[in-house]
């Protein structure tokens, strides 16, 4: 099956830093999101984004179908970016596969 | 709206009972999902369900578990028998169409097969 790859494991920032995390993904997709789950568990689907790059506040994602990437930039972090990033991708089949997830620490 | 609603949001039962989970998704939603997530997996995806429809079941790791989704707005996750492997929490979330839409997630069910 498709292999997901997050990097880095885990990211310790200041607040007010920015950020880059990556998805690698092994084959083409139709589909690709990016999820926060926050310190508490909750889950929040923060992009849908197969191609291209979106923006939503102080966040943004950009996707490489051809090249099989996807970054989310996370600009001024705050404590409350905190929590654990996870990327996931759909292929033809709607087999759904997430990545293992990017652990952020945002210090105050 | 209150969101997708979960219940319980927590369960601790002993290895061999039924545990059924349950899932109200956002009104208007069509589409419904339901996910595990554990240490050793990490989130999996389990089932589908497009209109009420399960359309994708191949997440769904044996036998023991069963989904329906009787009407728009209930849908249920059961595992029969149980076994102490099964405890994870499982998550519920409901999207406009299916996913390639936002999804909405509910707080998740913590269960504990003892």
């Known amino acids: 099956g498709i292999q997901v790859e997050q990097s880095p494991p885990d990211l310790i920032l200041q607040e007010g830093a920015n950020s880059t995390l990556r998805c690698n993904f092994s084959?083409?997709?139709?589909?690709l999101q990016w999820f926060h789950q926050n310190p508490w568990g909750q889950l929040i689907n923060l992009f849908y984004i197969p191609s291209g790059t979106k923006q939503n506040g102080r966040l943004s994602a950009t996707t490489v179908a051809t090249e099989r990437y996807s970054l989310l930039y996370i600009s001024s972090s705050q404590t409350t970016d905190s929590g654990v990033y996870f990327c996931a991708v759909v292929r033809d089949n709607n087999d759904m596969r997430f990545g293992a997830g990017t652990r952020l620490t945002v210090k105050p | 709206d209150a969101g997708v609603i979960q219940s319980p949001r927590h369960e601790v039962t002993e290895m061999g009972q039924e545990v059924t989970l349950r899932c109200k998704p956002i009104s208007g939603h069509n589409s419904l999902f339901w996910y595990r997530q554990t240490m050793m997996r990490g989130l999996e995806l389990l089932i589908y369900f497009n209109n009420n429809v399960p359309i994708d079941d191949s997440g769904m790791p044996e036998d023991r578990f069963s989904a329906k989704m009787p009407n728009a707005s209930f849908s249920t996750l059961k595992i029969q028998p149980s076994e102490p492997r099964d405890s994870a929490v499982y998550f519920c979330a409901s999207s406009l169409m299916v996913v390639s839409d936002t999804q909405y997630f509910g707080p998740g069910t913590r269960l504990t097969v003892l």
């Open positions: 084959d083409s997709v139709n589909n």
